[in-house]
Nanobody, 128 residues
Framework: EVQLVESGGGLVQAGGSLRLSCAASGFTFDDYAIGWFRQAPGKEREGVSC????????YYADSVKGRFTISSDNAKNTVYLQMNSLKPEDTAVYYC?????????????????????WGQGTQVTVSS
């Protein structure tokens, strides 16, 4: 059974940090790119950051460059999203997705694409 399980969300003040985790199982992790996407109330789901498990290449949305860092622990089949200098506009439900493609391709396709697998999401709330 394929599973993507997100964790690490919560409530944090502006300027604070959170680290999200996406634990994957049930598929060949190294053959997939893993992406983080977010959806705020009343808005479309958007791409945040993606990583190719095979070579570690990454993609970042302009809105998070310099603040968020994506990384992958292939031994644990887990992708992390370190979020620093959080802003109220980062408030959203964060989802991870997996697809047999590249990080750059996931970044270009964005949050509305039908990737192979999705997690259930984790809420991130940044208070001002």
């Amino acid at each position: 059974e394929v599973q993507l399980v997100e964790s690490g969300g919560g409530l944090v003040q502006a300027g604070g940090s959170l680290r999200l985790s996406c634990a994957a199982s049930g598929f060949t992790f190294d053959d997939y790119a893993i992406g983080w996407f977010r959806q705020a109330p009343g808005k479309e789901r958007e791409g945040v950051s993606c990583i190719s498990s095979s070579d570690g290449s990454t993609y970042y949305a302009d809105s998070v460059k310099g603040r968020f860092t994506i990384s992958s622990d292939n031994a644990k089949n887990t992708v992390y999203l370190q979020m620093n200098s959080l802003k109220p506009e980062d408030t959203a439900v964060y989802y991870c997705a997996a697809d047999p493609t590249t990080a750059q391709a996931m970044g270009v396709r964005g949050g509305s694409y039908e990737y192979d697998y999705w997690g259930q999401g984790t809420q991130v709330t940044v208070s001002s």
